[in-house]
């Protein structure tokens, strides 16, 4: 239990730390997505590790009926065979993972593959240095 809120404080407190760039190409109908490119750990391995964040322009409900205008996320992206899966991930109340978490998932989820046309494909273009991107602090 002490491990799980330790990492739950950490992951919440991020924001702080973050210098969270606007992607391109993720302006979907009232949704922007935030990298934290400074971050993005094992850069240049097979394997890197990426936070990101969603906004919502309206807000969203969870299954269990939680209002949420923000999303979190840790993720692992495997380079080299095109694949991703995520770690943690926290619903906020609030824009820009500010707020009340209603959700905050910390066990890692089965490895996905990337579809090519999808936000975890240019996500995982930026974690992989496939990509560049403009920086919009």
């Given at each position: 239990?002490?491990?799980?809120t330790i990492i739950m404080l950490l992951f919440m407190c991020t924001n702080v730390m973050a210098a969270w760039s606007k992607l391109e190409d993720t302006h979907a109908a009232g949704?922007?997505?935030y990298a934290d490119i400074g971050k993005i750990r094992n850069k240049g391995m097979p394997r890197v590790k990426m936070r990101h964040l969603?906004?919502?322009q309206n807000t969203d409900i969870t299954s269990?009926?939680?209002a949420y205008l923000s999303v979190k996320a840790l993720v692992e992206y495997n380079c080299d065979e095109e694949h991703y899966r995520v770690l943690a991930s926290?619903?906020?109340t609030g824009p820009m993972g500010t707020g009340k978490v209603v959700s905050f998932i910390s066990d890692a989820k089965h490895w996905e593959p990337v579809e090519s046309g999808t936000l975890e494909e240019t996500?995982?273009?930026v974690a992989c240095d496939k990509k560049s991107i403009t920086r919009h602090d």
């Amino acid at each position: 239990m002490k491990k799980l809120t330790i990492i739950m404080l950490l992951f919440m407190c991020t924001n702080v730390m973050a210098a969270w760039s606007k992607l391109e190409d993720t302006h979907a109908a009232g949704v922007t997505v935030y990298a934290d490119i400074g971050k993005i750990r094992n850069k240049g391995m097979p394997r890197v590790k990426m936070r990101h964040l969603i906004n919502f322009q309206n807000t969203d409900i969870t299954s269990s009926g939680h209002a949420y205008l923000s999303v979190k996320a840790l993720v692992e992206y495997n380079c080299d065979e095109e694949h991703y899966r995520v770690l943690a991930s926290s619903m906020h109340t609030g824009p820009m993972g500010t707020g009340k978490v209603v959700s905050f998932i910390s066990d890692a989820k089965h490895w996905e593959p990337v579809e090519s046309g999808t936000l975890e494909e240019t996500l995982w273009k930026v974690a992989c240095d496939k990509k560049s991107i403009t920086r919009h602090d």
